[in-house]
């Protein structure tokens, strides 16, 4: 039995894994005065500008020795999709400085001429574990953005933070060009 055979019969078996399932709460992404002002501390901070350098270090290392990149991210590298994914408890950062970076990035892109398409908190409840998402999503313009949709999440369960997530959704018919036009982007994201 091929592997696609087995996932489709497993599929089959159990309407579970097929179902989508709705959020159970869903709330417009707010940030409160002290959040804000918290924020803007490390925005002005040696620490920000500490996880944009380690960001654009790891990706220089993934294209130049990946076997040396750190176990705190990965790349995310489909024909369509470009990204990455920070794990925050194996890096030497606390949770609310990736936090930080979460709302960083979407300013930055927003900077850069991307429009913010969604910005909201989803909580689900899963059979073992509550689940909370923050993302934020920016929409590429006509005239002059490479990517047509950037995709930035957070990941809590259980009040854990799991991972911060960037995902760049690259044009069909600008495939050939979506490498190159990432390493631009980890580049402007992080000067």
């Not at 590298?77 to 990204?83: D, E, L, M, V």
């Not at 936090?99 to 892109?109: E, G, K, N, V």
């Not at 995902?167 to 060009?177: H, K, Q, S, T, W």
């Amino acid at each position: 039995m091929t592997k696609i055979s087995y996932f489709k019969g497993r599929l089959q078996r159990n309407p579970e894994l097929t179902r989508i399932v709705e959020p159970d709460e869903v709330q417009c992404l707010e940030r409160n005065q002290d959040e804000i002002k918290s924020y803007n501390a490390w925005h002005n901070s040696r620490k920000r500008c500490e996880m944009q350098q380690w960001l654009r270090e790891q990706f220089d290392l993934l294209l130049r020795k990946p076997q040396q990149k750190g176990q705190a991210i990965d790349f995310i590298k489909k024909p369509n999709t470009k990204g990455f994914r920070i794990h925050p408890a194996l890096s030497h950062f606390s949770d609310t400085h990736v936090l930080f970076l979460f709302d960083f990035l979407a300013q930055r892109l927003q900077e850069m001429g991307y429009v913010s398409n969604i910005a909201d908190k989803r909580k689900f409840s899963r059979p073992y574990w509550e689940e909370t998402i923050q993302r934020h999503v920016l929409k590429g313009t006509a005239n002059h953005n490479t990517f047509q949709e950037i995709k930035i999440h957070t990941l809590f369960k259980d009040k854990g933070f799991c991972y911060l997530q960037l995902e760049a959704v690259v044009p069909n018919n600008d495939l050939p060009r979506s490498s190159h036009d990432f390493s631009d982007l980890i580049h402007a994201l992080t000067l």
